[in-house]
């Protein structure tokens, strides 16, 4: 449950993200909206790498304002970046032991947990392969399971699915419905309207750093004030 | 079909990693046989060679510690050779003062030197950069300052150990089993590949994992949980015990150590030569020791002047820059691959 309070993000001036108010409680929550609207902002503000200038945010209850973004993955708050993020001369395996080691787990249980994260998201036969060398996918499934791999409450994922082909994005869908069930709230950044609607049941729209819209998946991707962002058309035109 | 992917990677129980020893050789094959070969054949050569590749030994390990600064915290140490100075004189009053086995002081100025470099790195602990490499080159270059006026432990007293008047200067005993030139290299060259090996279970440990998490990006590494502060100052920690290793076991080489041969520049030299040899591979300590120490003392009785040498490591280190983003070491497997594959198609 992701609840963020008047949230303005300024970059020497520039407002990226101004007055942010929402709350964003979907199982899946999606996070929606046009190129340079402020969402992988958001997600900066999230994983405590931007501080914004006013605003709190408030994670299942807790104040995370003052928690710093390399203890937010042991409070069970996990995220993927937007080109894939990984140590190419680690293999797929060592990657994700990087949070079992910062989680401080036995090898025993990080063995155990490593062999299940693999499993669930198909990596187990590449695991010892060096990062350097997967495909796309298989570093988007690196970065998924190594935030599964701290069991987190929260898994927030930064347009996963672009230039993934069509069978690779089914099998992340597949994925990431299975999450809620294990404990993760997923937040997805996407520009699909058919991946965000068969995926999520909440969404949130950003346009200019400002909430557009907010709510149940059809009836916000249905509001034409979201499309209207979208298309670029004229907000009194299409309303 | 995506069921069943995950179903079968499900049966086919947990991933099965390479055991340590098989993962160990797969990696640095080159640098294991190298090892092998010089302890079998350096025996073997004139005294004087075996105390040209004995210091070389040591300055390997300093060349490890800089290797591992540069390629896994992106740091410039620019103390290599000046850490060295710090593990000899540690390892020679330790030895002066207390008497105590070789191993003793070999520890103690590990530690000591780590403890200094991590004191060193504290400035590089925050930031990435220069600060970092002034710092050491002016740690580097006070350090000479001080050994070349100061001096030693030669077996006097006091803080700083340095004999006065008529005394004789001691020189430092070496260990019990390697008394003769050419045991002490055998025991040199095992030390250095046992350090090697440390550092190499080290890079497969934790430590080494974050440190590859902060090579892929400070973002990526604050995400998944790492400690930076904690895994640099590790990384600082490591090379100065590598080069206090190397400094104490050069002292046991020759004895006493001259602080005239700790000039800063020397420090620099090995930077450059580490960087020639190729960082990513831990063989590039052994390359690099071979170029500081061997190569001159080659060029020597060949009757070319050493200086020479320095010119032709400019040219290197731009070919390096320029061309050979992986150094020699990156050369040598090319070329290691490319002499397997012709062996493996005469076979067919
Ligand atoms: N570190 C930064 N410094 C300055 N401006 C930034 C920075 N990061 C993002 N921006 C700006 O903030 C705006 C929102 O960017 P971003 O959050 O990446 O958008 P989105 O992910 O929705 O495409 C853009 O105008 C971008 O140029
Ligand atoms: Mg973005």
């Known amino acids: 449950m992701i609840e963020l ?57 807790e104040n995370f304002g003052p928690v710093r973004a390399e203890a937010r993955l042991e409070n069970g708050i996990t995220r993927s970046f937007q080109t894939p993020q990984v140590a190419a001369d680690l293999t ?8 079992f080691d910062s989680l401080g787990l036995s090898r025993a249980d990080a063995h155990t947990q490593l062999t299940e994260v693999l499993a669930l998201t198909g990596l187990t036969a590449q695991a010892e392969v060096m990062a350097g060398a997967l495909d796309g996918y298989s570093l988007r499934m690196v970065e998924i399971a190594r935030c599964l791999a701290a069991k987190p409450r929260l898994i927030m994922l930064d347009e996963p699915a672009a230039g993934l082909a069509a069978d690779e994005r089914a099998r992340l869908m597949t994925l990431l419905k299975r999450l809620p069930d294990m404990g993760a709230q997923v937040l997805i950044i996407d520009h699909d309207f058919d991946l965000i609607g068969d995926l999520c049941d909440q969404v949130a729209v950003l346009d200019f750093g400002k909430l557009v819209a907010s709510g149940p998946t059809q009836e916000t991707l249905a509001n034409p004030k979201v499309r209207a962002a979208y298309l670029g058309e004229d907000e009194e035109d299409a309303a | ?87 000899g ?59 070349s006026s100061v001096g030693f432990p030669d077996g006097g007293s006091g803080f700083w150990g340095r004999v006065s008047g008529s005394q004789e200067r001691a020189f430092m005993a070496r260990p019990a089993v390697a008394q003769s030139d ?80 700790f000039d800063a520049l020397q420090s620099l030299l090995l930077y450059g030569l580490v960087i020639v040899a190729g960082p990513w591979s831990l063989a590039a300590a052994l390359i690099a020791a071979f170029l500081y120490r061997v190569f001159p003392a080659l060029l020597d009785s060949w009757g070319v002047d050493g200086d020479i040498a320095m010119i032709i490591f400019g040219i290197a280190l731009i070919h390096a820059i320029v061309n050979a983003p992986r150094g020699i070491a990156g050369q040598l497997q090319d070329l290691s691959a490319l002499i397997s594959s012709k062996f493996g198609g005469a076979a067919r």
């Open chain 2, 182 to 261: 050419h045991a002490y290299f055998i025991y040199t060259t095992l030390i250095v590949t046992l350090a090697f090996g440390l550092t190499y279970a080290i890079l497969k440990s934790s430590a080494g994992r974050a440190w590859a998490m902060i090579r892929a990006g400070d973002a990526v590494a604050k995400s998944a949980g790492v400690n930076m502060k904690a895994a640099r100052f590790k990384a600082f920690f490591l090379a100065g015990a590598l080069s206090g290793i190397g400094g104490c076991l050069m002292a046991g080489s020759i004895g006493q150590l001259d602080g005239r041969s």
């Open chain 2, 89 to 147: 004189w540690i390892g020679l009053r330790v030895a002066h003062g207390l008497g105590l086995p070789f191993e003793i002081n070999l520890l103690v100025a590990a530690i000591g030197a780590g403890a200094i470099g991590a004191l060193l790195g504290l400035p590089g602990i925050r930031h990435k950069g220069l600060i970092f490499a002034l710092v050491t080159l002016m740690f580097a270059a006070g350090l000479h300052v001080v050994v």
């Open chain 2, 1 to 87: 079909m995506t069921a069943t992917h995950i179903q079968d990677v499900t049966q086919s129980g947990g991933p099965t990693q390479p055991g340590f020893v098989k993962r160990m050789w797969r990696d640095n094959a080159g640098t294991i046989i190298t090892l092998g070969l010089l302890i079998t054949i350096v025996p073997f050569l004139p005294v004087y060679w075996i105390r040209v590749f004995t210091s070389m030994m040591a300055v390997a390990a300093a060349a490890q510690g800089v290797a591992i600064l540069h390629e896994r915290i992106g740091h410039v140490s620019l103390a290599g050779i000046g850490m060295m100075a710090v593990g």
């Open chain 1, 92 to 99: 797929a395996a060592d990657n994700i032991r990087v949070s």
């Open chain 1, 5 to 61: 309070k008047d949230i303005t993000v300024s970059f020497g001036g520039v407002k990226p993200i101004s007055g942010l108010t929402v709350t964003m409680g979907g199982r899946i929550q999606g996070l929606i909206g046009p190129n340079g609207a402020g969402k992988t902002t958001l997600l900066n503000v999230l994983s405590g790498f931007v501080t914004p200038v006013s605003g709190s945010i408030t994670l299942f209850g």
